[in-house]
């Protein structure tokens, strides 16, 4: 059963870093992409980046500058780190798994909140 | 950037009855490969996304056949039959043929 499940701070002041977890149970990492996913308040689905199955990354170019996914293959976990928070950075971060044929986003976590505020 | 405009914003089904939901895009999503990158997923209220519709119109394991996907290579459906009180939620359509991975806005359905 796969699963993948979200975790970070919650709070993070303005201009500060963002560090989040995505631990990944039933599926390996060196065989399947993890993209992250963020969804503001109320509001619609906005890709951010995705590390492949041989470590490679791409991000959405509206925030690469800021971004950076990485992973460690021996703790089956993806990090994503984001820089120069701003209140607009609030959402719901989501991690999702490709599977083969069923396109990048088969498996979701549940997302963690994070608010940025001073 | 590839844009997904979605219709209608919002739609109001009896239990029963059917719903269709349009997402246009703004270039063909055809790929090289003759494969047409279209997704379409759920959100129910509090939850994560869930996949529905891979590649325009196959089901996804373990979503009901009253869900059906269709479309050419800009415009594109997606229909409930039979529409369930489970099937409330957001629906979003997503492409993955080039990068920025972007998504439509969202169709919210209802229950009457």
């Known amino acids: 059963q796969v699963q993948l499940k979200e975790s970070g701070p919650g709070l993070v002041q303005p201009s500060q870093t963002l560090s989040l977890t995505c631990t990944v149970s039933g599926l390996s990492l060196t065989s399947n992409s993890v993209s992250w996913i963020r969804q503001p308040p109320g509001k619609g689905l906005e890709w951010m980046g995705v590390i492949w199955s041989n470590g490679g990354t791409d991000y959405n170019s509206a925030i690469k500058s800021r971004l950076s996914i990485s992973r460690d293959t021996s703790k089956s976990q993806v990090f994503l780190k984001m820089n120069s928070l701003q209140t607009e950075d609030t959402a719901m971060y989501f991690c999702?798994?490709?599977?083969f044929g069923y396109g990048p986003f088969a498996y979701w976590g549940q997302g963690t909140l994070v608010t940025v505020s001073s | 950037d590839i844009v997904l405009t979605q219709a209608p914003l919002s739609v109001s089904v009896t239990p029963g009855e059917s719903a269709s939901i349009s997402c246009r895009s703004s270039k063909s999503l055809l790929s090289s490969k003759g494969i047409t990158s279209l997704y379409w997923y759920l959100q129910k209220p509090g939850k994560s996304p869930q996949l529905l519709i891979y590649?325009?119109?196959n089901l996804a394991s373990g979503v009901p056949d009253r869900f059906s996907g269709s479309g050419s290579e800009t415009d594109f459906t997606l229909k409930i039959s039979k529409v369930e009180t489970e099937d409330v939620g957001v629906y979003y359509c997503a492409q993955f043929l080039e990068y920025p991975w972007t998504f439509g806005g969202g169709t919210k359905l209802e229950l009457k």
């Open positions: 590649r325009m119109s």
């Open positions: 999702a798994s490709y599977l």
